[in-house]
């Protein structure tokens, strides 16, 4: 059974961050990692999420090196005054890149953290951005000196609020000791569920909030990606071990077993994965990577579906915790994910 419920439905970023809208848009896609997009249909598709009530907008500075923020800005620039202004910027920062696009590390010293706010601040065109967040530990600098540094950026005016990505529950807790910290983004999804164990539970004991992104990992359980399906060029998912081979057929076996569930509700698998994730915590907000207008719409048709018991208890069955096949990224990026460690 379904109820209609409030498509601006809000969500707080835990006990000291902003209210936002309760699904996000993760604009990464539109720029890089999945091959070519539209950039007319990008710009289409932030505009209707803000005309839709989604007030999060989330980025990283290295996004197409610096491509995503200037498309997002362009986007602000030419959606209504009422809509731009609640608009709230998510950027993560840090990643170190090369000419031809790898990446090489991440610099979380103080001296970059502000170099790298100054170069964002004028992409975006703003004169702050909402929440500032490492995108990696840097294994080389104390988490509280990477923290510190936004702080002071936070009492300078030039950020709202300070995030973290991708860390695990002990960094959690060293960096809400020198600072508030509103949100903890990290991967989250049925078939990506490791913070479950010790990372939520530390983050619901400080109070910071969770932005999920990989709701759908990636298109993998989105009931939209087939086997026989080609990857362009520029498409990370060839390199990723869940779409590889013999782990390919396992996961789109689940999502099968999830189409069931599903169909029986009368709702798609996309939508039925991003309601179990909303379904998890009033303080979790889900990052839908759409890239395209119909795939937003169907997304945001998330918050009209209600999952009871009996519909948890069918999911879980389709999809048990840790049964999806392969790691969520190739090993050397791995090693980076302090949430991993």
Request: net charge negative.
């Amino acid at each position: 059974m379904t109820t209609t419920q409030n498509p601006t439905a809000t969500r707080s970023l835990g006990t000291t961050g902003p209210t936002v809208s309760a699904l996000g848009l993760g604009c990464m896609g539109m720029s890089a990692l999945y091959g070519e997009s539209d950039r007319a249909e990008s710009i289409a598709t932030i505009h209707a999420a803000l005309d839709a009530g989604v007030t999060l907008l989330d980025t990283g500075d290295f996004y197409g090196m610096g491509h995503n923020e200037l498309l997002i800005a362009e986007a602000l620039r030419g959606a209504p005054a009422a809509a731009r202004e609640q608009a709230l910027t998510s950027v993560k920062f840090g990643a170190l890149r090369t000419v031809e696009g790898g990446f090489t590390g991440y610099d979380g010293r103080p001296a970059a953290v502000r170099n790298f706010a100054a170069y964002s601040l004028q992409r975006l065109g703003t004169d702050h951005i909402d929440i500032y967040r490492i995108a990696r530990v840097d294994p080389d600098v104390p988490i509280e000196e990477t923290v510190g540094a936004i702080a002071e950026l936070v009492e300078a005016g030039h950020v709202r609020h300070i995030g973290l990505s991708e860390v695990g529950a002990d960094t959690l807790r060293r960096a809400a000791a020198v600072a508030p910290i509103a949100d903890l983004q990290i991967e989250y999804s049925l078939i990506s569920r490791g913070i479950e164990d010790t990372i939520l539970p530390t983050a619901r004991e400080l109070g910071i909030g969770v932005t999920a992104y990989g709701v759908l990992s990636r298109g993998l359980i989105s009931g939209h990606f087939t086997r026989d399906r080609a990857l362009g060029p520029g498409d990370f998912r060839g390199m990723s071990p869940r779409f590889q081979g013999e782990n390919l057929g396992r996961n789109l076996d689940l999502v099968d077993r999830l189409r069931e569930v599903a169909e029986a509700k009368g709702v798609t698998v996309a939508q039925t994965a991003i309601a179990w994730v909303l379904a998890q915590g009033a303080d979790i907000v889900p990052l839908i990577g759409a890239r395209r207008r119909d795939r937003l719409a169907e997304a945001l048709g998330a918050l009209d579906v209600t999952l009871d018991a009996a519909d948890l208890a069918a999911i879980e069955e389709a999809v048990p915790a840790g049964a999806a096949s392969g790691d969520r990224y190739p090993a050397a990026q791995m090693a980076h994910l302090d949430s991993e460690h």
